[in-house]
T-cell receptor
Framework: EPEVTQTPSHQVTQMGQEVILRCVPI?????FYWYRQILGQKVEFLVS????????KSEIFDDQFSVERPDGSNFTLKIRSTKLEDSAMYFC????????????FGPGTRLTVL | GDSVTQMEGPVTLSEEAFLTINCTYT??????LFWYVQYPGEGLQLLLK?????DKGSNKGFEATYRKETTSFHLEKGSVQVSDSAVYFC???????????????FGTGTRLTIIP
């Protein structure tokens, strides 16, 4: 069964460093998402991506964040200069198309900023 | 803005007990409602969904009915098993259009532990 994969499963970084979180969505899906969950809090939407551009972003998704689909299979989230409060579990999701409403989620990347 | 309020956890039940996890929502328009489940070490998986009022979603013995009058989507199961131990998330989407590509708005999640 096709699935969304994410790497790494756990990333530890120093404050101020750049990190790139990687996701491989399900092949032939058209919509891609990043969500995050700070420990003990809600899963929060960060950004959605369609047709090689951002379709919606939350207020969390500021200039420190960027997304890219560099090669037609990977979907990446970059945090340019990490802060302590960026420590969270980051989930990638993909959706087959707008006629569907089941987003398929990856297992998440736990980001720890020291 | 849209929001989802979920029953506070954690919840611990004995095997074969009846389960209810409450979920209420605030939204403009007519959202679709979802329950996602997260087993240890895995991603969020769709458990069930309902796209309009009075619809009942069901899967693996779990059920939830979309109640527009009470803005609720409570999750129920008649007899839980140890394998149901997981975190359960209520979510909504689709308050702007009828298309399915809108973002999901989640509740805080409820950790369920079933003891033999």
């Amino acid at each position: 069964e096709p699935e969304v994969t994410q790497t790494p499963s756990h990333q530890v970084t120093q404050m101020g460093q750049e990190v790139i979180l990687r996701c491989v969505p399900i092949s032939n899906h058209l919509y891609f998402y990043w969500y995050r969950q700070i420990l003990g809090q809600k899963v929060e939407f960060l950004v959605s991506f369609y047709n090689n551009e951002i379709s919606e972003k939350s207020e969390i998704f500021d200039d420190q964040f960027s997304v890219e689909r560099p090669d037609g299979s990977n979907f990446t989230l970059k945090i340019r200069s990490t802060k302590l409060e960026d420590s969270a579990m980051y989930f990638c999701a993909s959706l087959a198309g707008e006629a569907y409403n089941e987003q398929f989620f990856g297992p998440g990347t736990r980001l720890t900023v020291l | 803005g849209d929001s989802v309020t979920q029953m506070e956890g954690p919840v611990t039940l004995s095997e074969e007990a009846f389960l209810t996890i409450n979920c209420t929502y605030t939204a403009t328009g007519y959202p679709s409602l979802f329950w996602y489940v997260q087993y240890p070490g895995e991603g969020l998986q769709l458990l069930l969904k309902a796209t309009k009022a009075d619809d009942k979603g069901s899967n693996k013995g779990f059920e939830a009915t979309y109640r527009k009058e009470t803005t609720s989507f409570h999750l129920e199961k008649g007899s839980v098993q140890v394998s149901d131990s997981a975190v359960y998330f209520c979510a909504l989407s689709g308050t702007i259009s009828n298309f399915g590509n809108e973002k999901l708005t989640f509740g805080t999640g409820t950790r369920l532990t079933i003891i033999p």
